[in-house]
């Protein structure tokens, strides 16, 4: 019998600096773990402790998991100081992802906040690898200044990809920034996008799912057809230690993808 | 129900002895306000006094199925292959326990192979309530004092020598036919004194809740999502000092926390019991907690086995045990909570 508990070995590849706070760890896992986008992992620092994490990565490659970590806590501050060709264990994947065929032929609206952008950016290249099968997918992202935004070399190639459109904004612009200025929502009233036929992909800190949904649901957005990636302390991963226990559901089986429909009478739904 | 059978006494003690020499066998042992299991000798078979453990043990049959600490990250060789057990003197509000601990543990997306292990490998024996404690309320929350599910064996005591037993579960009915000599077909005048005992002990435990209406109960989904305000939960609260007490002590709480540790070079997690009670059970990293304060943690308590529980599992995650209510160092007593919560506006 299979023991859920047990973690498979993955040697750090790579370590890239995004900002001073988040890094992205390029992991190869010793046996190869697939997953959905939107779906999880655990990763644990032996004999520290485990943390849950969304790859950043593409699910159509198979031999790596990136994943974009911000530190924030004892277990983040740990991998932060780790180095190339340690090792961390990793178990999953877990939960449920995106439901991208519900997604075809639709505007697919992504919106995205800070080290939020990491599970988006897995959902984004999974978009566009069969990215015909969208009517349009727009990407607006929010960070707090020039200097956080993550994935800075990834901007120039995506935004010369047709099919795909990207807006950013910063709270605190500097004198080089020539995009938005001011928080991530603002994004959403320079998007014309035909509500009846979109679906809206949310993640990022607590405040700004709030804000983001409050704004979506304002313009239009049907409840059914907004996506929040949500977190919580998922632990165990599945379904049993209960601590990332929202409403009656648990996160880590029943999510971390959830429709706004499905969640919104949660009272504990905004942290 | 199953198969009725009746045994006396000295061959009732032949079966255990049997049943010993391939399995630990634990039996109640009495202690200060109650009693607890204790792993029996051989020996001391003829000297379990089932009439003395008239009501549910102090320790949630959790503790055998849930070890406080255990380490799931070692092979399943070294981790599992633990001796078979039989458990002796459960009453039928632990026995309901393991219907949603066996939701929790043995869904089908992902099983715990060490709950399951331990399942599998012991025999559990029942015993009809002989009284009730202030604190039992297992009629108000669907249940009786008397086993009707998820035993391998239930006794009712009769009058002088003769146990009346029924067989729950095919694993029982194969130990009965490997040891049919013992077993005789139960006579109908028993069945009628259970019944009668029975009926008698379940008023009584009725009788311990007048206050405490059933009605209540019954609507406790719709009751408490309409009660979400948060004056009335922080003054329900008031008393509780966050000890966790009622969490550790109920049959049907099942979270736990992994812990990562290392012994030189060796690396391992260990599961053990927490309670969603404690400041910092949801808190995330970078410190967002969804349950900063204590009222929304005493809330989620209520919430977790009156509504999310029945939703997810067709279950109420209350048995009526009592135990939380013996247990709290608050002198909170949840049928009071409950009511309560169904006469505010």
């Known amino acids: ?271 | 129900m199953g198969t009725l059978y009746s045994i006396n006494k000295t061959n009732w003690d032949s079966f255990l002895s049997r049943l010993s020499l391939e399995c630990d066998l634990y039996a109640p042992k009495e202690i200060e306000d109650g009693w607890t299991y204790q792993l029996l000798t051989k020996d001391n078979i003829p000297q379990i006094r089932y009439e003395d453990y008239k009501y549910c043990s102090i320790d949630p049959i959790k503790i055998f199925f849930l070890p406080i600490k255990e380490t799931v990250t070692e092979s399943k060789e070294e981790a599992l292959g633990s001796k078979k057990r039989v458990i002796i003197g459960l009453k039928s509000c632990d026995l309901a326990a393991l219907s949603i601990l066996d939701k929790v543990f043995l869904s089908e997306d992902f099983v715990d192979p060490f709950y399951q292990e331990k399942r599998e490998n012991t025999i559990l024996i029942s015993s009809d309530c002989l009284d009730a404690k202030e604190s039992c309320f297992c009629t108000e929350v669907g249940g009786n004092p008397f086993p009707e599910q998820n035993f391998d064996f239930n006794l009712t005591l009769l009058d002088g020598d003769e146990f009346l037993v029924e067989v729950g579960s095919e694993k029982g009915e194969r130990l009965v036919e490997e040891n049919k000599t013992l077993f005789s077909k139960a006579k109908e005048e028993m069945v009628q004194k259970r019944q009668q005992k029975r009926r008698e002990m379940k008023a009584k435990v009725k009788g311990k809740n007048k206050v405490f209406s059933s009605k209540v109960v019954k609507s406790f989904q719709d009751m408490l999502k309409a009660k979400d305000d948060s004056a009335l939960w922080k003054e329900l609260s008031e008393d509780c000092v966050e000890c966790g007490a009622c969490t550790n002590i109920c049959p049907t709480c099942h979270c736990f926390l992994l812990i990562d540790l290392a012994q030189k070079e060796k690396f391992f997690k260990d599961k053990t019991w927490d309670s969603c009670q404690f400041n910092g059970f949801s808190q995330m990293a970078g410190g967002a907690d969804p349950r900063d304060e204590l009222w929304k943690r005493f809330r989620n308590r209520y919430l977790c086995k009156y509504s999310y529980k029945p939703e997810n599992f067709g279950l109420l995650a209350c048995t009526g045990c009592g135990r939380c209510i013996d247990a709290c160092q608050g002198k909170i007593d949840k049928r009071e909570v409950l009511n309560k919560i169904a006469v505010s506006p």
Not at chain 1, 180 to 204: F, H, Q, R
Request: glycine share 8%; with cysteine; proline share 6%.
């Open chain 1, 1 to 271: 019998m299979k023991n859920p508990y047990l973690l498979t070995q993955a040697k750090i590849e790579k370590i890239i600096s995004e900002t001073s706070e988040i890094k992205t760890f390029v992991l190869k896992p010793k046996e190869s773990l697939l997953f959905a986008t939107g779906q999880f992992i655990e990763l644990t620092v032996p004999g520290v402790g485990e943390a849950p994490f969304t790859p950043s990565s593409s699910p159509y490659e198979v031999n790596k998991i990136e994943v974009t970590i911000m530190r924030a806590g004892f277990v983040t501050e740990k991998l932060h100081q780790m180095k190339e060709d340690e090792v961390v264990g990793i178990r999953g994947p877990y939960g449920k992802g995106y439901p991208i065929d519900k997604f075809y032929n639709k505007e697919v609206l992504i919106l995205g906040g800070g080290v939020g952008l990491a599970p988006l950016r897995s959902f984004l290249l999974t978009l566009l690898h069969e990215v015909d099968k969208f009517k349009r997918i727009i990407l607006c992202y929010g960070a707090k200044t020039p200097q956080d935004i993550v994935y800075k070399e990834f901007f120039p190639e995506w935004k010369k990809l047709s099919g795909l459109e990207i807006l950013r904004s910063v709270d605190k612009a500097n004198k080089n920034w020539k995009e938005y200025e001011g928080v991530v929502t603002i994004l959403l009233d320079e998007v014309k996008v035909n509500t009846k036929e979109s679906v809206a992909v949310v993640c990022g800190p607590p405040i700004m799912m709030k804000f983001g949904t409050k704004k979506l649901l304002e313009l239009g957005h049907q409840p059914k057809n907004i996506y929040l990636s949500m977190e919580r302390n998922m632990s165990c991963g599945i379904g049993k230690c209960g601590h990332c226990a929202l409403g009656k559901y648990y996160v880590c089986k029943d999510g971390p993808v959830f429709t706004y429909d499905q969640i919104k009478d949660v009272s504990e739904i905004w942290v």
